[in-house]
């Protein structure tokens, strides 16, 4: 459109130009007559999605949040079509600039400059305090959920959820390099007692709407009114590849191999099941948060160990923490690279573990078979997931017979 050439100039320039001067943050507003879609305002702002530049446009339709990534050349392409269409209004802030655009009824532009300091794009990987969802900008789910408002701001009485959520993506973040990376390929994410799926929701998001890989995430727990309401939330925000099933984690058989297996605060040995779920699927990544860990509570004993086990609490946490190790060690020794991590801090919940593990080369084998031969043997502990993956460790007891 002629009249638009002014306003298409300066877009080539910020989205794309190549100069100097950048886009830190547009706001398109002051819509030309009420749209089927509803759409008001559209905010845009820079991110960085594996390394290259794109650009978020945050829709507020109504009480909800729209979202998608854009290419340098797709948002300026965008972004001269919803001026054509739509929008009247924009502020347009870039590193070198703020400009106030105004477009008539006619589509006559008026553009207003005014010389700022000069400031540098934020992109996702340098978000605040080093969180992956930033508040300000809302996030569909998180405002369904109860954690944002519609504007973004994160509700007091939910900071804490927020600061967990972020801490977990954070997780996630680290180990996209471990999974499988072949182009086209649908990665197999499970989520093992999904509860209200608040991380379930995110690792979606994160992973589907960030990172931009094509996956199909099931979310599973037993309680059948919990999955209908997270059904009709992902059918509600669009998220096609993001599915919940009633099932229980060590019947469940709905896959024969998953990339990615995430049980948060399965109670007791569930933990457990669904750790050899994942080692029979030879899933790339595994992310444990175990809960409840009564086991080994029952089983340790010994003489050396009586001034800490016999006070109830204190035998209590350490069978916790000797649960946790031994399953740490047993992902070791059928091939995975272990840490065990702090989830969120202390001061918020005693279950603050994270068990992450990503497939690797197995080394040290013999040595670690013998350190694990011999702490159970100390403990007088026989772990659940030491007998579910016997007819895997077998060959490895068969050099390192138990000391019991």
């Not at 854009?70 to 347009?92: K, S």
């Not at 967990?164 to 989520?191: A, C, H, Y």
């Not at 979310?219 to 099932?247: M, N, P, Q, W």
């Not at 984690?249 to 994942?278: F, P, R, W």
Request: glycine share 4%.
């Amino acid at each position: 459109m002629e009249e638009l050439k002014p306003l298409a100039s300066l877009l080539s320039r910020v989205f794309r130009g190549g100069g100097d001067e950048a886009l830190v943050q547009a706001v398109l507003s002051q819509v030309r007559r009420s749209e089927p879609d509803g759409i008001t305002k559209i905010t845009i702002k820079p991110v960085e999605l594996k390394g290259s530049l794109h650009y978020q446009f945050h829709a507020q339709q109504g009480p909800k949040v729209l979202h998608e990534n854009l290419t340098p050349t797709e948002a300026e392409a965008r972004c001269n079509e919803l001026f054509q269409t739509q929008f009247r209004q924009a502020l347009i802030r870039t590193t070198e600039a703020e400009y106030q655009v105004l477009i008539s009824k006619k589509f006559k532009v008026n553009i207003n400059t005014k010389s700022t300091a000069s400031a540098k794009p934020v992109l996702t990987h340098n978000r605040k305090k080093n969180y992956v969802l930033e508040e300000g900008t809302p996030v569909p789910f998180l405002v369904e959920l109860g954690i944002m408002n519609e504007t973004g701001k994160v509700l007091a009485a939910k900071y804490d959820k927020f600061r967990q959520i972020n801490r977990f993506l954070e997780m996630i973040r680290d180990v996209v390099p471990s999974l499988p990376q072949e182009k086209g390929r649908t990665l197999n994410i499970v989520d093992f007692g999904c509860g209200k799926s608040y991380l379930t929701f995110a690792l979606y998001y994160y992973l589907k709407e960030i990172e931009g890989l094509n996956i199909n995430v099931i979310g599973l727990d037993l309680k059948e009114d919990v999955i209908t309401h997270c059904s009709t939330l992902a059918e509600r925000f669009g998220y096609e590849d993001l599915h919940f099933l009633v099932g229980d984690i060590s019947q469940y058989n709905g896959l024969t191999e998953a990339d990615m297996v995430v049980t948060l605060h399965a109670c007791d040995t569930a933990t457990d099941a669904a750790l050899e779920k994942a080692v029979r699927w030879n899933a790339s990544v595994i992310l444990s948060v175990p809960c409840c860990q009564h086991e080994l509570f029952a089983q340790v004993r010994s003489e050396v160990l009586s001034p800490m086990l016999n006070h109830g609490i204190i035998k209590e946490r350490f069978a916790a923490l000797a649960t946790d190790s031994i399953r740490a060690q047993l992902l070791e020794l059928v091939g995975y690279r272990t840490q065990i991590l702090e989830f969120i801090d202390m001061e918020h919940t005693p279950k603050n573990l994270l068990i992450r593990a990503v497939r690797g080369e197995r080394t040290n084998t013999d040595k670690l078979a013998q350190s694990y031969r011999e702490f159970v043997s100390f403990l007088h502990a026989k772990p659940y997931l030491e007998r579910a993956l016997a007819d895997i460790l077998e060959p490895l007891w068969a050099q390192h017979p138990s000391n019991s």
